[in-house]
């Protein structure tokens, strides 16, 4: 029986916390007394025969009618399923994606459907390449679809393959994939690894372009999400309710598959096993693990370290399968969610510390740029709430990570621009919207290379950066421990060296004696704060 | 009229001395057979009938001793050290489906199609683990056990059961399946031998009959250009490349006929056939609508189903690309 997560009061008797620091760690003491951690739950129990769970779901979907009733020869079937930004780290394969695939496809099959498209749902994220696919859909369903063409990426630049579906009551234009929109059926395969993935985000934002997707990846709405982690308090998913519901109306007639994952991240045998466990229970052969890998990843270069990390593929087991009406399904796979990763805590802290790791949903076999940084952070990590953020308002985040000044020069060619350029000038998100965005969005070149080559969106570092607009209002003061001090400052944050330091820097702000939280993530935890 | 012949060159004499001089030295086979009794077995009388000696080869030979801990050690070196480093050279094997075996537990059958005596070589360096150390291999007992050599041999590097192929009995049935409830995984040859000219042959129940009788799942594997390399009929090897495609392991459900498994197995490796020729949705797509082209290949004249194989069944060597001629 795996333990639920837990709420730990540091004492004198607690040992050294595991901090996350890119690519690598750190050892740190909080002040007893006046700390506590939260600690994830232990991963589930995994499904024991996903393959009889994927079946079942199919043939006895909710709010609808089974698959196969709903296949019919001549029809035009699409499949999306969700990017490379999903699952993080990547699962070992056969990836679930793959698994569902091919039972959609095997009826498919045996209903004699012929004309069949899969898309990757990558809305304005980089195109994946061919190795990614492959990880994602399996061997056999690449080499069956993509050297005709039926297997590809979704481009929301392209005005030959883009629908306008109509507008919602609030004025948001919804535009998709036109394939997606005109096919009889559109079968959507999700991953719903936090609980902000999936529900009608999945095809109103995966399959859109950007003139849809603005409406609601803006300040004012990622403001207003308190937090995307929790659908029912997020204007990022009432504003793409809205848009199913338009989509829905212009007759796309959508199947939705989603599943969840558990929390075993770096398994429980292997030299990253020990990041899954609590430090008072690593035995004499972890902390000599441990010891070892800290040894030898602070003697490698960083593009090696990154090499390491971006291979690791993490073990994690099925934990539920749904099928059918959006909704419905989406209702089912947030409890399976919230089982795994909603850990109740009482009250707000003064500061909130948190140690990044190495990856995030958008530097998957690349950089974590500054950028990048502070959308983990400020954005992911700080949303990780039900209820009430973790911090008090006006608080103080602490997050650890190198935070190097580097980029990644195919996968992010306008984040550079955007470091250099928007940044220096202001990291008020609702000025760099109003002076910055469309030109961003708009230019020739970044539109080129997302079409073509392996890059983000031109306007994709903008939206990284509203992604933490709700923290940056909330919080009083933003500190990162061991950052690289020129990025740091251009990001708008101050450096520090050491925890110590940075938790003396926060008496600034929230004055002496404070309270401290630390989010112990990765494994994923999100706070159910009361 | 000259004399047509030339004298004999000093290099011709010389060989021709040698040869004379090898003739005279004592030859190790006539030595064997001038070895008479004591030292060679008896010869038996005319008119007298000899005592029935019990058989200890063939059906009747005793494999127990290949799965002691130091057989198991010696086969582990032979698999590792020796047969996949060969197969490796003489079948450059692609192997595919590893991941349909994801979630599968314990010990399960393996029934591929048969085309060569590389096949059970190829299948047993290819399982993945925890199977490939824990399997033994059903071979035919009137091939393999006929001598005691091929015996050891077949019992040491692939942990092999002789299976009756002439007629019906229980013993080898029995043996296999006492291995199974052991925890040992089956490799076995569901057509009963190698194909005689490139086709399939209709699948025998063995393979259904112990998953029922164990129920344990059958997993359908797909072996494709082993014919290439050795044929029925030939011994020589002419190196190629093969692949080894698995299947989804099909499990007998409580009421099912052996024979029902049985076709679906043959079912199944004809649709990996499929898929492995062409793409995996068409040939999905085949299988539900029961047109998978079949292992059997045509029913049609000889020579129409050897035109019908392509180079399937070419066991040359591939002819050396010519030094580029310059324009």
């Known amino acids: 029986m795996p333990r639920p997560g837990l709420v730990l009061d540091v004492d004198r008797s607690t040992p050294p916390i595991l901090f996350h620091h890119g690519e690598s760690f750190r050892l740190e003491k909080l002040p007893p007394g006046r700390s506590r951690i939260v600690y994830p739950a232990e991963p589930l129990a995994p499904l024991k025969d996903v393959a009889g769970a994927i079946d079942d779901a199919l043939d006895h979907p909710l709010d609808s009618d089974p698959l196969s009733a709903r296949l019919f020869p001549g029809m035009k079937l699409v499949i999306a399923f969700d990017d490379v930004s999903l699952p993080l780290p990547k699962m070992r394969r056969p990836d679930i994606r793959q698994r569902v695939i091919e039972a959609v496809l095997d009826r498919a099959a045996a209903a004699g459907v012929d004309d069949v498209r899969i898309i990757a749902a990558l809305a304005l994220h980089r195109r994946m390449t061919e190795a990614e696919l492959r990880h ?39 535009e998709i994939n036109k394939r997606a929109a005109e096919s009889d059926l559109l079968v959507y395969v999700n991953i719903n690894i936090v609980s902000m993935d999936g529900g009608h985000k999945s095809t109103a934002t995966g399959l859109a372009s950007y003139r849809s997707i603005r409406h609601h990846h803006n300040p004012a709405t990622m403001e207003h999400s308190r937090s995307f982690m929790d659908r029912h ?7 793409n309710w809205r848009m199913g519901e338009v989509i829905r109306k212009a007759g796309v007639q959508v199947f939705q598959i989603e599943t969840t994952l558990n929390t075993d991240t770096f398994g429980d045998t292997g030299p990253l096993s020990v990041l899954q466990k609590r430090e008072w229970e690593w035995t004499t052969r972890d902390r000599v693990t441990f010891m070892g890998m800290k040894a030898g990843l602070d003697r490698m270069s960083a593009s090696a370290r990154r090499r390491i990390f971006q291979g690791w593929e993490a073990p994690y087991g099925v934990t539920s399968v749904t099928a059918g009406a959006v909704e419905p399904v989406h209702e089912r796979t947030l409890e399976h969610c919230f089982a795994q990763h909603l850990v109740p805590v009482e009250g707000q802290t003064d500061v909130l510390t948190m140690g990044l790791p190495y990856i995030c949903p958008y530097n998957v076999h690349s950089i974590m740029n500054p950028i990048l940084v502070m959308c983990l952070g400020l954005g992911y990590f700080f949303n990780l709430y039900r209820g009430k953020p973790l911090v008090r308002e006006g608080g103080v985040l602490i997050l650890s990570h190198p935070t190097p000044w580097e980029f990644h020069p195919v996968h992010h060619p306008s984040y550079i621009d955007f470091f250099e350029e928007v940044l220096a000038d202001t990291t008020d998100p609702k000025v760099m919207a109003d002076t910055y965005e469309e030109r961003y969005a708009n230019d020739e070149w970044y539109r080129h290379l997302y079409r073509t080559s392996y890059a983000y969106h031109g306007v994709h570092p903008f939206y990284m950066w509203y992604w933490g607009a709700h923290a940056l209002r909330h919080l009083g003061s933003v500190i990162i421990v061991g950052g690289d001090v020129k990025a740091v400052r251009r990001l708008g944050f101050r450096p520090a060296s050491t925890l110590q330091d940075a938790l003396e820097m926060a008496t600034d702000t929230v004055g002496p004696q404070p309270t401290v939280t630390h989010l112990h993530n990765p494994p994923i935890v999100m706070a159910d704060v009361t | 009229m000259a004399d047509r012949r030339t004298p004999a060159t000093r290099v011709e004499r010389a060989l021709r001395s040698a040869r004379d001089a090898g003739r005279r030295l004592p030859s190790p086979a006539r030595a064997v057979r ?13 008119g007298v009938e000899p005592p029935e000696r019990k058989a200890r080869l063939g059906a009747a030979y005793d494999t127990a001793w290949a799965r002691s801990p130091a057989a198991r050690l010696g086969r582990l070196a032979l698999l590792e050290g020796v047969m996949r480093p060969v197969i490796r050279a003489v079948a450059d094997p692609e192997r595919r489906g590893y991941d349909r075996l994801v979630g ?54 692939l942990n092999a059961i002789p299976i009756e192929r002439t007629k019906v009995t229980r013993r080898s049935a029995l043996l296999a399946a006492d291995l199974i409830d052991d925890g040992w995984s089956m490799v076995i040859f569901p057509e009963g031998g190698r194909s005689p000219d490139g086709w399939g042959q209709p699948f025998r129940a063995g393979a259904a009959f112990l998953a029922v009788r164990c129920g344990v799942p059958v997993v359908p594997v797909h072996l494709e250009g082993t014919g290439r390399i050795l044929p029925k009929g030939t011994s020589r090897l002419v190196p190629g490349t093969t692949r080894v495609t698995f299947g989804t392991p099909l499990r007998p459900s409580p009421d099912e006929d052996m024979r029902d498994l049985a076709a679906r197995i043959e079912a199944a490796v004809t649709g990996l056939a499929d898929e492995v020729a062409g793409d995996w949705y068409a040939a999905r797509r085949r299988a539900h609508a029961g047109e998978s082209p079949p292992l059997s290949g045509p029913d049609a004249s000889a020579w129409r189903r050897a035109w019908a194989l392509g180079d399937r069944r070419s066991h040359r060597r591939p002819a050396r690309t010519p030094w580029p001629l310059r324009d």
Request: aromatic letters at 10%; proline letters at 8%; a negative charge.
């Open chain 2, 104 to 157: 599968l537990d314990g010990p399960a059958i393996f029934a591929a199609n048969h085309l060569s005596h590389l096949d059970a070589g190829l299948l047993l360096t290819s399982l993945p683990e925890p199977w490939r150390h824990r399997a033994f291999a059903g071979a035919a007992a009137d091939y393999f056990f006929d001598t005691r050599v091929k015996a050891t041999m077949a019992a040491l590097a």
């Open chain 1, 136 to 174: 994602a859909v399996g061997d056999r369903v690449y080499d069956a679809f993509a050297p005709e063409g039926r297997l590809y990426n979704h481009d929301a630049e392209d005005p030959d393959d883009l629908a306008f579906l109509g507008t919602t009551p609030h004025g948001e234009e919804v």
């Open chain 2, 34 to 46: 001038a070895v008479e009794f004591p030292l060679r077995a008896p010869s038996v009388p005319a």
């Open chain 1, 233 to 239: 308090s997020s204007e990022l998913h009432h504003a």
